[in-house]
């Protein structure tokens, strides 16, 4: 017998800010290329800025890919 009913998926939190700490990023570009929903540009510096935060799904590539721990997803959830 098989059961019908949709299964629940869960959707990740709104995120309420993005954190990038400037004295760890090395400005590799890492979190940009891998953002999904390219939630970041750069500055003039190459220092990724997040610009368009609505965007985000908090799917946190940004976070598992960047190699100097300098980038902090903060969702409802944190």
Known sequence: M???TPKKT??????????VFD???KRCGL???????QVYDRDESGKP???RLEDCIACRQCELRCP????MV????N
């Open 74 to 77: 903060i969702t409802e959830d």
């Open 10 to 19: 869960r959707k990740p939190s709104p995120t309420k800010e993005i954190k």
């Open 23 to 25: 004295t760890w990023c």
């Open 2 to 4: 098989s059961d019908s």
């Open 31 to 37: 979190c940009v290329a891998f953002c999904p929903k």
């Open 49 to 51: 800025i997040p610009v």
């Open 68 to 71: 100097d721990f300098a980038i």
